[in-house]
């Protein structure tokens, strides 16, 4: 089993709308949601576990950041990775930061 994370940068995290972003990937899949305060930062995650990692990136980048309307909302807050089955299977999919060099799915 595989797990897409979704995370929202700590810097964005209170005020991100969650029920917005809920309707959005629901009919897809429904994450299991990790928020976590840590010195006095919000962690927040949403994690989709999966045996068909690829074929289900390529659904949540439709919903969420190739959709015109949501993209300019959650791409500038948020990375995603996939992590494989071993701690050294882990894929960066998105990040905020366009510079950062991403992975795919060969």
Sequence with gaps: MQCISIQI???HARDFDRTA????????RSPEVDAIEEKGKLFLSFN?????P???????QHALYLDHT???????????????????????????NRDEPLDSFA
Excluded: M, N
């Design 48 to 52: 989709f576990f999966t045996e068909f």
């Design 9 to 11: 940068s700590p810097k």
């Design 70 to 96: 949501y993209a300019p909302y959650i791409a500038p807050v948020s990375i995603v990775i996939c992590e494989g089955e071993t701690d050294d299977e882990c894929l960066l999919l998105h990040h905020f």
């Design 21 to 28: 972003f809920l309707e959005r990937v629901r009919p897809i």
């Design 54 to 60: 690829a074929q289900l990136w390529q659904e949540l």
